[in-house]
């Protein structure tokens, strides 16, 4: 693979594997190292992607197996947990208020969630991958991918359901 051709495939791939290491890692500092470890590896490993069929879900396995080895090591519990900057552009002021808050709330009931759940619904209901692809990223079976995927939605749903009847009484 040529410069040229790892920029056309690869550098495009940034943005989604940085959404993906911030979802899983809940920083943006260790997100950012992440993303560029990433793609010194995929770099490294340039003349051999020629070998891939889809470069994408490579790149998004290879983020997962490296975010879930920062999550293992020591540096974890250094990690800066950062709120991530929604802005919604509402008519009014209270709408973008209550939009962010939302979010946030979102935000953080994904975050609550296991690993490979939140791994899941970020690649699922953010990045918009297939249930294919994200079976090729996690190593895991169709049934496996479709029952986290279900159990996570219900639960973040359930929490919102509660979070919106306690802001009502």
Known sequence: MTSEIY?????????KIFRFSRR???SEVAA?????????KLWKLRKQLKDIKNIEAYAMTTTKNLCYDVLKSKH???????????????SS??????????????ARLISELPE?????IQLRDVEQFSNQEIEEIMGLNSTSVRVALSRARKKIINELKKTSAYGIQ
């Open 116 to 120: 490979q759940q939140r791994a899941i």
């Open 93 to 106: 002021l209270t709408s973008e208020i209550e939009a962010r808050d939302e979010a946030e709330i979102v």
């Open 7 to 15: 920029s056309q495939q690869v550098l495009p791939l940034q943005d």
């Open 76 to 90: 974890n519990r250094t990690l800066e947990l950062v709120h991530s900057n929604y802005t919604n552009a509402g």
């Open 24 to 26: 899983l890692l809940s």
């Open 32 to 40: 950012k190292d992440a993303t560029q470890d990433v793609l010194l």
